[in-house]
């Protein structure tokens, strides 16, 4: 096979999600929601957590009095209480969603994994190939880093959009273009924003290619 067959089978498996989402969302009668804003229209001064400090001095004496291992044990205490309101969360999300939805979710991010993993297949043989020249290997280098960027940028995006109040999402970038579907419910003009904005920060895709549905 000739490099140049491959780059259409790796283009054709990297932009085969992004189709294959799209043409779902058109038939099953999805409407995207339509924002115009634009980043600028977003302040920059938004505060996305806040830390709080707290005065824990203490005299030497009771300090003296306070072992080490009780120190450990309460960071540990904390840590898996922590954890604990976690997975609370992640199990109210998926039982806030029909079973349509857990369906619809499920199956979508099986075929994305499926189609980055085959694409990212692809180019490890390139890279691999004692017969593939130096430039098709920096070539597939390049598409494979670009492969990875997206799909740590997608696992962010999700995980920030769901702490925003959405049960579920699937996020797939592509091209440039950024696609985000959500569970039905919380969707209207201003979460919209607060969606492209999120993409924005973490993939720098503006706000004009990224389209948001809810199902």
Not at 48 to 54: A, M, R
Not at 97 to 122: G, H, I, N, P, V
Not at 138 to 163: F, G, P, Q, V, Y
């Amino acid at each position: 096979m000739t490099f140049g067959k491959r780059q259409l089978v790796i283009a054709a498996m990297v932009t085969a999600l992004g189709t294959a989402v799209y043409l779902n969302w058109q038939f099953s009668g999805v409407e995207p929601v339509s924002v115009n804003d634009t980043p600028s229209s977003i302040s920059t001064s938004k505060q996305l957590g806040q830390t709080t400090y707290v005065n824990t001095e203490v005299s030497n004496a009771e300090s003296s009095k306070k072992p080490e291992s009780s120190k450990t044990e309460n960071s540990k205490n904390e840590k898996e209480t922590q954890s604990s309101k976690v997975k609370q969360t992640v199990s109210e999300s998926k039982s806030s969603l029909t079973k349509e939805q857990q369906e619809y979710f499920s199956s979508e991010r099986a075929k994305r994994s499926q189609s980055q993993d085959k694409a990212t297949e692809a180019l490890e043989d390139i890279i691999e190939s004692a017969s593939s020249s130096e430039t098709a290997k920096k070539d597939a280098m390049k598409i494979a880093e670009k492969l990875a960027a997206n799909i740590k940028a997608e696992s962010d995006i999700e995980s920030e959009i769901k702490t925003k109040g959405f049960a579920e999402c699937l996020v797939s970038i592509n091209n440039n273009n950024c696609t985000v579907i959500v569970a039905k419910g919380n969707l209207n003009e201003a979460t919209a924003i607060t969606v492209k904005d999120i993409v924005y920060r973490h993939a720098n895709i503006d706000f004009d290619k990224i389209t948001v549905t809810e199902i």
